[in-house]
């Protein structure tokens, strides 16, 4: 049930999700999720970073770890069902729903 709580936090997904193609840097996830404050940010960088689902590398930038990405893996299939779920609707974005 822990996992879902974490998971289930404002924005906690949409940063995962972000990370998903490499290492990005605060300001460069805040701005890829543009509605997110900057101490909501810093909460779920800390809590995310504290379960393991990701690290700061090198040049300060967040990535996700090896069980990161498993989580990526292991939620795939939810992606293929949104995707269809949406063309279903007739429409491409997120039918219907906001981001975070």
């Known amino acids: 049930m822990a996992a879902m709580d974490l998971l289930g936090r404002r924005w906690a997904l949409r940063i995962l999700w972000e990370l998903r193609d490499g290492p ?27 379960a393991g689902l990701m690290a700061k590398d090198e040049h300060d930038a967040y ?5 990161g990405q498993s989580l990526g893996t292991a939620l795939a299939p939810l ?17 219907g729903t906001e981001a975070g």
């Open 79 to 95: 992606d293929r069902w949104a995707q269809t779920w949406s063309a279903s609707l007739g429409d491409d974005d997120q039918a």
């Open 24 to 50: 990005l840097g605060a300001r460069a996830l805040r701005d890829r999720c543009d509605a997110m404050s900057s101490s909501v940010l810093y909460d779920r960088l800390r809590e995310l970073t504290t």
């Open 63 to 67: 990535a996700l770890t090896a069980l």
